[in-house]
């Protein structure tokens, strides 16, 4: 996966998921990509899925007002098309992806972050995302 920077949408397969949302016509790619790394602690979870599970974290946070101010434009104009409900299933998916990908176990994206040494950053990123997707 190239990785850029530790920020959501710093990464290829993150604006590869982007470019599958903005051809979506509802939040089906959503709940389909938080709900592969919602799944059980016992599968290991690959790098770039991670990665997308955020970035569709990051449309929910948006679609509930609170987006984070590096949202590509692209993203940005998708939310504003779409309705995502607040307090149904897709913002506890969120919730779940997000512990899920920084907790792990089995979360190859925070194991690649651990191994850089270089962690407060992305583990910042997370943190600020998961702030907020709360009420």
């Not at 997308?52 to 590509?72: I, S």
Request: glycine residues 12%; negative net charge; hydrophobic residues 35%.
């Amino acid at each position: 996966m190239g990785t850029w920077g530790e920020k959501t949408f710093e990464n290829d397969a993150t604006m590869d998921w982007v470019y599958e949302l903005e051809e979506a016509r509802d939040t089906s790619l959503i709940a389909r990509t938080l709900g592969g790394v919602s799944g059980s602690s016992e599968v290991y979870l690959d790098a770039s899925d991670c990665a997308m599970a955020l970035a569709a974290a990051e449309v929910v946070a948006a679609g509930n007002g609170r987006p984070g101010p590096d949202l590509p434009d692209e993203v940005r104009s998708w939310v504003g098309e779409h309705r995502i409900e607040t307090d149904g299933e897709p913002s506890g998916l969120a919730v779940q992806a997000v512990a899920r990908v920084k907790n792990g176990p089995g979360s190859e994206l925070k194991d690649l972050w651990d191994e850089s040494g270089d962690t407060s950053g992305w583990y910042g990123a997370v943190d600020d995302l998961r702030a907020r997707l709360d009420p």
